[in-house]
């Protein structure tokens, strides 16, 4: 994947729309992967999104397969005016944005 996709907005998984661009991490055999996604839904308190592309080569999933995560495992990438430089904007358990 390389350099990150800047994709932050103010927004809650509750108002996205399918296509949207999101961030999940998802923790496997002990590591941190970072998938940049299509958001598909959140229902029922799990996000589901399409992968676009990652950020390691020995990734486990593949481009445009489908994964689902927990809201506190999904973020936007930028500036939200707090800081000088782009960073993880992680959203809450309940799929608002962390303040």
């Not at 991490?25 to 589901?48: M, R």
Request: glycine share 10%; net charge positive.
């Amino acid at each position: 994947m390389g350099e990150r996709i800047v994709n932050y907005r103010n927004i809650t998984l509750q108002s996205m729309k399918s296509g949207d661009t999101i961030y999940i991490q998802k923790n496997e055999s002990g590591c941190a992967y970072n998938y940049f996604c299509k958001f598909i839904e959140f229902k029922e308190g799990i996000v589901k999104a399409e992968i676009i592309s990652y950020d390691k080569i020995y990734c486990k999933k593949g481009i445009h397969e489908i994964i689902t995560a927990r809201p506190n495992k999904c973020f936007l990438w930028g500036n939200d005016g707090t800081l000088t430089w782009n960073h993880c904007l992680w959203f809450d358990k309940k799929g608002g944005l962390e303040k």
